[in-house]
C-alpha cells in the first residue's frame, strides 16, 4: 500500500464522523478529521439535536406543562416567556458540548483542521482553511464522508429567517411568534409544532401525506395527533402548500401560506421543514468516482462502503433514519469495517426517539409491518393513567404498547407514547436483543411506583387477550 499521511480522514464532526474517528484512533490509528464550520459537533450539537431538546427541556420546565394534568390548564412556572428565556439554556448546552467533544477528539490524539474539504482524487483531500489561510492537500489511506445534511429549501419561497424559517434560524428568533404554521410533519416539524404549541402558540401544522410521522405505529400517531389538537394545533393532512409569501397587514409583518387546495392560513411565522438534503455539493465526489443521487445522498452497503470500497459515508448524509443515535453506530461499524474488527451490531434493533410532547419511542416492528408481512401477533398495552407513578407525575394520557408473535409469545415491538417514553423503551429494546418472550415482563418485579411498570401491565394485558 503506498505510504498516506494519515490512515483515516473523516470529513465532518458531526456524531457520525466523531465515532468514526475515535474509533479508528483507539485502534492505534492516524486519524484527522476535517470540520468546516468554526465548532465542532455538526448539526447535532449546534443547531438540530442538542438545541431542539434543551429548547423542549426549557419549555416544558418554564410552561409548567408537565404539571397541568395535575393543577390544571393554567399553571405556569413564569408568565410571559421569552425567546431569551429559552436560549439561556439551549446556549449553556451547546457551549459545554462543544468544549467535551472537542476535547474528546483532541485527548484521541485526533488532528482537528477547521477547514472545508474536497476530493483531489480517490485518496486526496483539499483541504480550504476556514479562516482564509490558503489550502492544502492531504491523502488518506481510508475516508470516511459523515458530511451530513441541510434543511431542503424551496427556491420560490422567499426565506429571511425572521418569517419564513427553516428549524435553524428558531435560535436566532427576535421574538415568539403568536401563531405558527409548520409546513412538513415529518419528526423536526411535529417537534417544533408540539414544542411552541406548549408555549401557547397557536399552531397549524401542514403535510401532504395523509397521516403524521408514517413509518410509526398508527396508533401511536393518532394518539399524537389527538394531544396535538388539545394543544390547540389545526392539522392539515393531504394539503399541498403552493406557496408562502410575506405580508403586511393590520396585525404586522406576517406571512400568509397558500394551499393548492384554495386555503390560506395567515400566521406571524412560518417554519419551512419538509425534510434534509445530504451536504455533498460542494466536495467534488465525482473526482473519487462517486455520485450523490438528486437528495444529495450517498448510496452505501450494509457495511457503508460506496462504490469506491475504501471512501466510506455514513450518518444523515446516506438518508434514513438521519438520526444522531444511530448516525454515532454508523460511524463507529464504518471504522470496525475499514480496520478489520467484527461487530455485532443489529440495526433492526435501533430505537426511533421522539421527542414530540408527549414524546415517543419505538424499537422493533409495528403492527402495519407485521400484518403486511403476514406474521401472527396480539398486543398488550398499558395507560399510563392506570400506573401509579402515570398519576403521581399527572401522566394521564401515556400508552405503551407491546407486539408479541401469537404462538411463541416472542416480543416484537414497543410503541410507547408519553413522558419517559425515549428512556423506557430500552427495557424492551433489551428483551427484544435477546429474543425473549413477553412472558419476561409478567415474571419480573420493577421498582414501585415506576413507569416500567407499564410492561408488567402491557404483558398481563396481552396475555388476557389469549384468552388464558
Ligand atoms: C431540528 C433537529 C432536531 C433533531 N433531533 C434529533 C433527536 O432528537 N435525536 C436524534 O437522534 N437526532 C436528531 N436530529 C438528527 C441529528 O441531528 C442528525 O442525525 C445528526 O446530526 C447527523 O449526524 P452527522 O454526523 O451525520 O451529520 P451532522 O451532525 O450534520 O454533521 C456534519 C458536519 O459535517 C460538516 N461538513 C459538511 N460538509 C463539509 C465539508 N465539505 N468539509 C468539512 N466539513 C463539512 C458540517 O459542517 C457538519 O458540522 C435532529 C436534527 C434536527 C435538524
Known sequence: ?????YD???IGSGPAGQRAAIQSAKLGKRVAIVERTAVVGGVCINTGTIPSKTLREAVMHLSGYRERGLYGMSYTVKQHITIEDLLFR??????HEIDVTRHQLLRNQIELFAAEAALVDPHTIRLTDVAGHGQREVTAAYIVVATGTSATKDAHIPFDAQRILISDDILRLDRLPRTLAVVGGGVIGCEYASIFAALGVRVTLIDKRPRLLPFIDAEITEALG????????TLRLGEEVGGIEPIEDEHGARVKIHLASGKQIVADKALYSIGRTGATRRLNLPAAGLEPDSRGRIVVNADYQTA????????DVIGFPSLASISMEQGRLAACHAFGVTTKSVPE???????????????GR?????????????????????IARGQIIGDNTGLLKLIFHLDTRALLGVHIIGEGATELVHIGQAVLAFGGPIDYFVNTVFNYPTL??????????GINRLGM
Not at 308 to 315: C, K, M, T
Open 1 to 5: 500500500m503506498p505510504d498516506f499521511e
Open 8 to 10: 483515516l480522514v473523516v
Open 90 to 95: 439551549t446556549d449553556h448546552v451547546i457551549r
Open 226 to 233: 389527538y394531544q396535538l389538537r388539545q394543544n390547540r394545533v
Open 308 to 315: 469506491v470500497p475504501h471512501i466510506y459515508a455514513v450518518g
Open 349 to 363: 434493533l435501533f430505537p426511533y426517539g421522539i421527542y414530540t410532547i408527549p414524546e415517543i419511542s419505538t424499537v
Open 366 to 386: 409495528n403492527e402495519e409491518e407485521l400484518t403486511e408481512q403476514g406474521v401472527p401477533y396480539e398486543v398488550g398495552k398499558a395507560q399510563y393513567r392506570e
Open 452 to 461: 416500567a411498570e407499564c410492561y408488567k401491565t402491557a404483558a398481563f394485558d
